[in-house]
């Protein structure tokens, strides 16, 4: 039980690299954490439950309808991984030497999988996903069930998306308002615009991330015609843009504290700054031809992604340790944007 809970909590902090015959061993919760890439999760579970501290901070804070709203979520973004797979794939973007098949096993090029396989994880996670969505619906009425569309078809149109410079956008969306302030109206039934802000300054931080990792494949994608934001911006002007997305996020908890948005104990976001330096320094510069000495072997090809996604957890982290501290230093943020 001990390995098993360990193999878990490695896919859960990295994309493991793994040959056919160790996938055979794993248990099925292993195999659904590994082929879903749930290293990623981490980015959903902050946004909801920035959304859900929220609803603590204004009194209104649900156990149930926070662990069901974070739990659908999830299941949502893990089943958008097992479909932008499967997408990718048939249209033979995912060969052996492309970027996604070299920093962590794409299911059905490294024959983890088959077709078959990717779909059925992919639509039993939709469907459970599904199931809690209609429950909230149920519980918070119809504009659950629209908040719920909208993500649906912003998650199943990303593999597209993201191939005419649109999934960067997107992703602002996604895990800025839809999810924080989508969680937020679930737990309390109430929209804030002020909760909505809030999710738009952390989600500078996943949009960082995939500006991170379209510009480590941006070689690979210019050869493939796919113009994500980077192709579309250009190199150089990306990694500026990735740089501004990064500092812009301390800069919007700086004003959204000044405005009495955010209780002051946010600011122990600055904590974070040792990655973002890094993170500047790295996009600053030119990857390197291999991996330097001391950086993780199982993170290589990743550069600029693996520096903005340190950077991302930790500012994430400490952004919910900030609330948090507000919620038991009674730090009270006023609702009068509520509506």
Known sequence: MLKTFSLWWKALNVIPRITKEEWERYDPITRWLVAGRSAVLVMTFTSATIGGLFAALHGRFSWSLYLLTTLGLILAHAASNFFNDLFDYKLGLDEENYFRAKYGPQPLVAGLLDERGVLKYGLITMLLAAAVGLYLTYVR????????????????????????????????????????????????????????????????????????????????????????????????????????????????????????VLPFTTLVVILAVDKLSLAVRAF???????????????????????????????????????????????AHIPTSSSV
């Open 141 to 260: 009425g119809w504009v659950v069930a629209l908040l719920a569309l909208i993500g649906f078809v912003s998650i199943m149109g990303y593999s597209f998306s993201k191939r005419v410079g649109l999934g960067e956008p997107l992703v602002v969306l996604v895990w800025g308002p839809l999810m924080v302030a989508g969680t937020y109206y679930v737990i309390t039934g109430q929209w804030s615009w002020d909760v909505f802000y809030a999710g738009l300054v952390y989600a500078l931080g996943p949009t960082s991330v995939l500006f991170g990792k379209h510009i480590d494949k941006y070689e690979d994608d210019l050869a493939r015609g796919i113009k994500t934001l980077p192709i579309v911006l250009g190199k150089e002007m990306a990694k500026n843009v990735a740089k501004v997305l990064m500092i812009g996020m301390y800069v919007g908890v700086l004003l959204l504290v000044f405005l009495r």
């Open 284 to 330: 600053s510069s030119e990857k390197p031809k291999s991996p330097p000495r001391g950086y993780p072997p199982e993170a290589w090809p990743m550069w600029y992604v693996a520096f903005a996604f340190v950077h991302n957890r930790k500012f994430g982290l400490l952004f919910l340790l900030g609330l948090l501290l507000g919620l038991l230093l009674n």
